[in-house]
């Protein structure tokens, strides 16, 4: 199975700061990889998906790059929106999903 | 507007078993793969269970193999998870999922609570 990891597990910033945000696989993904954000209470919402491709909707602050095993979700200008929860996801195929541990972002 | 709606969560004896719904609209249900993802009370997501749109194909994360069985109906445009010999560590907030992009639409959780 395909293990993920991210770092780091906790991120303290301030409003504007750019933030990059890292994700590993144990095995190449090819550019099978999605962003989640998540606050708290609520419901994950997908931010990047195959990589690199912005879901319709997010703010062009977010942006993914990577292929293979190392993949970064990069936040251009903290706002004070962004304080929350990410994960990667790996989705080589329809038969697993596997998610990463998160990093949460919170007010330094 | 894509909705997902779970019910059917609570409180259950170790052991015990409950059924999960998700009702779904705003989509052709029929045409979409489905999921079930969960998260353990302060703890990260964990994806459950998959199934394609007829049903066909499912899969399923290692720990609930042979204990969870994901199911659908496209007539009703409805997902299930039957979940029986359950166990304090299935205790989460368990999401209904729609694969689009990827997992681009997700159901507000239901809470299942194992304890005795």
């Known amino acids: 199975d395909i293990q993920m990891t991210q770092s780091p597990s906790t991120l303290s910033a301030s409003v504007g700061d750019r933030v990059i945000i890292t994700c590993r696989a144990s095995?190449?993904?090819?550019?099978?990889l999605a962003w989640y954000q998540q606050k708290p209470g609520k419901a994950p919402k997908l931010l990047i998906y195959?990589?690199?491709n912005l879901e319709s909707g997010v703010p062009s602050r977010f942006s993914g790059s990577g292929s293979g095993t190392e993949f970064t979700l990069t936040i251009s200008s903290l706002q004070p929106d962004d304080f929350a929860t990410y994960y990667c996801q790996q989705y080589t195929t329809y038969r697993i999903f596997t998610f990463g541990p998160g990093t949460k972002v919170d007010i330094k | 507007e894509v909705q997902l709606v779970e019910s059917g969560g609570g409180l259950v004896q170790p052991g015990g078993s409950l059924r999960l719904s998700c009702a779904a609209s705003g989509f052709t249900f029929s045409s979409s793969w489905m999921s079930w993802v969960r998260q353990a009370p302060g703890k990260g997501l964990e994806w459950v269970a998959n199934?394609?749109?007829?049903?066909?194909?499912?899969y399923y994360v290692d720990s609930v193999k042979g204990r969870f069985t994901i199911s659908r109906d496209n007539a009703e445009n409805s997902l299930y998870l039957q979940m029986s010999s359950l166990r304090a560590e299935d205790t989460a907030l368990y999401y209904c999922?729609?694969?689009?992009?990827?997992?681009?639409?997700w159901g507000q959780g239901i809470l299942v609570t194992v304890s005795s």
């Open positions: 199934i394609k749109q007829d049903g066909s194909e499912k």
């Open positions: 095995q190449t993904l090819s550019s099978w």
């Open positions: 999922v729609r694969y689009s992009t990827c997992f681009g639409d």
């Open positions: 195959k990589a690199s």
